[in-house]
């Protein structure tokens, strides 16, 4: 079993920095692509950066400048460095991971529980 967990999350005035991480662990050989979604009340969760395993990185035209990307493979975990937050940021953001338990088998996707995040003054 694989379990995704956030962390990072809180309660900031506009134009604040956050760093969100998102650490898997269970049975894991191999993590391909790893991402951040993001649910604002009342709207779609929508996709706000991803990860691949080799490094490429996209990002939403909304958070592009403003938000970056990473991950850690030795860690297995994936980070969302947020600066200059807006209102519009407020939402529970969501990590997932495509990951095998072993080799030879196709990745499953896994997700987090979400942690809240409330840009306010």
């Known amino acids: 079993q694989v379990q995704l967990v956030e962390s990072g999350g809180g309660l900031l005035q506009p134009g604040g920095s956050l760093r969100l991480s998102c650490a898997a662990s269970?049975?894991?050989?191999?993590?391909?692509?790893m991402a951040w979604y993001r649910q604002a009340p009342g709207k779609q969760r929508e996709v706000v950066a991803s990860?691949?395993?080799?490094?490429?990185?996209t990002c939403a035209d909304s958070v592009k400048g403003r938000f970056t990307i990473s991950r850690d493979d030795a860690k297995n975990t994936v980070y969302l460095q947020m600066n200059s937050l807006k209102p519009e940021d407020t939402a529970v953001y969501y990590c997932n991971a495509d990951i095998t338990a072993r080799r030879g088998v196709l990745p499953i996707r896994y997700w987090g529980r979400g942690t809240q995040v409330t840009v306010s003054s």
């Open positions: 269970g049975s894991i050989f191999s993590i391909y692509n």
């Open positions: 990860v691949a395993a080799g490094g490429e990185t």
